[in-house]
């Protein structure tokens, strides 16, 4: 959980919590607030998520001796909403992705980093925030095949991600066209076509995935069905589907873990 996701949901209680009438901060308060917050017809994970900032607000308050240690148990003790059920999200076919990441214009720059950044996004199975944080350090030859080396994804966790040849040409062709040779892989492109700024943000990766799906027919897919649909299809390629899939981002260590994913990723060729 980062640092300002947490202040936000502070400031989320202390909004409600202000508008109420004055109440001890206790436990009574907080499944108010969970009431509140179910009334809302908020997703499960979204109430637990705001349950859990103020169920770490009771632990700062009690370890600065702000709140008492009973009170501050009553308020751990609120439990969450249960999850029911599981959400499938939007699955591709492998004509359908590869339509996907060919749908923006290869003409235009917008185009070709479109191209580029949907191709990593369904070759390499990464998060918007991690696409957006790629920098020319990252993508690095290791075992005669292209990888993203030391990517820092969720939670902090450090993974090494193989590239397939046809993504890293697809990004080749942005890289050349925008005249990037360091530090941020993609950028900004202004209305006159040109590449500037310091990187971009994850809410352009979201309207790119958004457009080129509409282009597709399937306005409903999301930037993380797309990792989705890497973790449920390559793992098995070539090697059956009662095999063991091979873990999503292996490191680059073993050659025997490395190629049968970097073939199922050249799978989806770019013909």
């Not at 349950?51 to 709140?67: K, M, W």
Request: proline residues 4%; aromatic residues 8%; charged residues 25%.
């Amino acid at each position: 959980m980062r640092s300002g996701d947490i202040v936000t949901r502070f400031d989320e209680f202390v909004d409600w919590y202000c508008s109420e009438p004055r109440l001890a901060f206790n436990r009574i308060v907080v499944l108010r607030y969970r009431s509140h917050l179910e009334s809302r017809q908020l997703a499960p994970g979204t109430v637990n998520l705001r349950l859990g900032a103020v169920r770490r607000l009771a632990y700062e308050a009690a370890d600065c001796g702000l709140l008492s240690a009973d009170l501050a148990a009553g308020i751990r003790r609120v439990k969450g909403v249960k999850k029911l059920g599981v959400r499938l999200g939007n699955c591709l076919t492998a004509e359908q992705g590869q339509a996907l990441w060919q749908a923006p214009d290869r003409e235009r720059l917008k185009g070709k980093r479109g191209r580029a950044l949907l191709a990593l996004l369904l070759a390499c199975g990464l998060r918007r925030h991690e696409a957006v944080a790629l920098t020319m350090d990252h993508l690095q030859q290791r075992e005669e095949h292209w990888a993203i080396v030391d990517l820092t994804g969720k939670g902090g966790h450090v993974r090494t991600v193989p590239v397939p040849d046809w993504m890293k040409s697809e990004l080749g062709v942005w890289l050349g066209a925008a005249g990037i040779d360091r530090e941020w892989l993609f950028r900004r492109v202004n209305k006159i076509g040109k590449a500037w700024g310091e990187g971009m943000t994850v809410k352009a990766v979201w309207h790119i995935v958004k457009e080129s799906a509409k282009c597709i027919g399937v306005p409903k897919l999301a930037p993380h069905d797309l990792r989705r649909d890497l973790c449920s299809t390559l793992p098995y390629f070539g090697r059956g589907v009662g095999a063991d899939p091979i873990p999503f981002g292996a490191r680059l260590s073993s050659n025997h873990r490395t190629v049968p994913w970097v073939q199922a990723a050249n799978s989806i060729s770019s013909q």
